[in-house]
Every structure is written in structure tokens, then in C-alpha cells.
């Protein structure tokens, strides 16, 4: 089956981290650039972060800029988003999402990316 999965949403308390994974089975991603969204309760999605096919470029969102970081392990088949300095406003469903290189480069949250995934609940509370 093709499908992106994410994992490794939780509850956490204010302060702490989180490792997201999103992982492809049924196809590889060594050609695909991944964007990460997130929706919180009762608002639009928007996007996060995101990472070329290469690896080589990355961008993120102001209000996770030097506490979120993206990362890709092909050889696993995988990206990651590392979560630190977690707030309650990042509270949300975190989703990935594949595509092309320019197009995930943009963020677009309604885009009909090549792949979703279902999306993983980050809540961030004491």
C-alpha cells in the first residue's frame, strides 16, 4: 500500500521535545520533497517546515524557526521534524506531505500534494 504514516505525537509539558517521523512504505523518497503541516483545533492548516529531495534545503515557518529542525534519512525511508522548546501553541495534527521540490517549497496547506499522511496529535500542556 503507498502511504505516508506519521508518528511520535504525544502530550507534552511546555518546554519539551518531540521527535515526528514520517515514513513512506510503498514507494521511495528519494525523489520527493516533504513539507510537515499542522492544524490546531479550530483553525486552518498551515505549514511548518519542509526539506528538498536532496536534503540540501530546508525552510520553516517564523513561529518554529530555531526550535523546530527537519531532517531526512533515505536509507530509512524517512523524515523527521525534532521539536524543542515545545509551547501550548504548537498544539495541532501534524501532517507530512510529499511532492516536488518547488511546490512543497511553498507551504501551500491546501495543495494536493502527490502524498498526505493521516496526521499525528502533538498537545502540548502541563
Known amino acids: 500500500q503507498v502511504q505516508l504514516v506519521e508518528s511520535g505525537g504525544g502530550l507534552v509539558q511546555p518546554g519539551g521535545s518531540l521527535r515526528l517521523s514520517c515514513a513512506a512504505s510503498g514507494f521511495t523518497l528519494d525523489n520527493y520533497a516533504i513539507g510537515w503541516f499542522r492544524q490546531a483545533p479550530g483553525k486552518g492548516r498551515e505549514g511548518v517546515s519542509c526539506i528538498s529531495s536532496s536534503g540540501g534545503s530546508t525552510n520553516y515557518a517564523d513561529s518554529v524557526k530555531g526550535r523546530f529542525t527537519i531532517s531526512r534519512d533515505n536509507a530509512k525511508n524517512t523524515v523527521y521534524l525534532e521539536m524543542n522548546s515545545l509551547k501550548p501553541e504548537d498544539t495541532a495534527v501534524y501532517y507530512c506531505?510529499?511532492?516536488?521540490?518547488?511546490?512543497?517549497?511553498?507551504?501551500?496547506?491546501?495543495?494536493?500534494?502527490?502524498?498526505w499522511g493521516q496526521g499525528t496529535q502533538v498537545t502540548v500542556s502541563s
Open positions: 506531505a510529499a511532492g516536488g521540490d518547488y511546490t512543497i517549497a511553498l507551504m501551500i496547506p491546501t495543495y494536493e500534494y502527490d502524498y
